[in-house]
């Protein structure tokens, strides 16, 4: 199985941050890797595929980059609205697997 | 658009078999490959498999010799049977599925399910 780990597992910022989450893969995805944002008690939402594809109706403050082994999302001025658990997920092979998680709190 | 929405017991005692169903609106249940994918309280998600209506299924190695993923046209649902449950399969269980690019678009709101006697 690939491993996915995120770091950091969590992290606290302001409103109007740069916000930079990393996902390290145990083996090389190519650029088959997404990233989703997760609000308490609520269903993953997409926001990034193939590692750098905006999902549509996403803002455009959410980025997305990396190739191979090691990807990042970026949250260039981050929104109360952005406060969360974001993930990340590889698509490349079987089983597919997720990270561990990046929790995004308010300091 | 599509929407899932997720049904079955909240409740199911260790030992027996967990039955969830996805039921699909917006589309037809021939046009994607169909998921399953859960949450243990207060922890990360873990794919469990998916279903193509042609019959290719795939499943998490871990879960495998308990899991069945199937699919019902006539009633434009898919539906998780997991056997041999314990208190380790207690978690929101969500349907989902990729109608776009390659990666869950699409994902019900998540149904709880808790192992208990």
């Known amino acids: 199985d690939i491993q996915l780990t995120q770091s950091p597992s969590f992290l606290s910022a302001s409103v109007g941050d740069r916000v930079t989450i990393t996902c390290r893969a145990s083996?090389?995805?190519?650029?088959?890797l997404a990233w989703y944002q997760q609000k308490p008690g609520k269903a993953p939402k997409l926001l990034i595929y193939?590692?750098?594809s905006l999902q549509s109706g996403v803002p455009s403050r959410f980025s997305g980059s990396g190739s191979g082994t090691e990807f990042t999302l970026t949250i260039s001025s981050l929104q109360p609205e952005d406060f969360a658990t974001y993930y990340c997920?590889?698509?490349?092979?079987?089983?597919?697997?997720f990270g561990g998680g990046t929790k995004v709190e308010i300091k | 658009q599509v929407q899932l929405q997720e049904s079955g017991p909240g409740l199911v005692k260790p030992s027996e078999t967990l039955s969830l169903t996805c039921t699909v609106s917006?589309?037809?249940?021939?046009?994607?490959?169909w998921t399953w994918i859960r949450q243990p309280p207060g922890k990360g998600l873990e794919w469990i498999g998916y279903?193509?209506?042609?019959?290719?299924?795939n499943y998490n190695p871990s879960l495998k010799s308990r899991v069945t993923i199937s699919v019902d046209t006539s009633k434009n649902h898919f539906s998780l049977k997991l056997t041999s449950v314990t208190a380790a399969d207690t978690a929101v269980y969500y349907c989902?599925?990729?109608?776009?690019?390659?990666?869950?678009?699409?994902w019900g709101q998540g149904t709880m399910v808790t192992v208990s006697s």
């Open positions: 989902a599925t990729i109608t776009g690019e390659d990666a869950f678009d699409i």
């Open positions: 917006g589309g037809y249940i021939s046009d994607y490959y």
């Open positions: 279903m193509y209506y042609g019959g290719s299924t």
């Open positions: 083996q090389g995805i190519s650029s088959y």
């Open positions: 193939t590692a750098s």
């Open positions: 997920q590889q698509l490349n092979s079987y089983p597919l697997t």
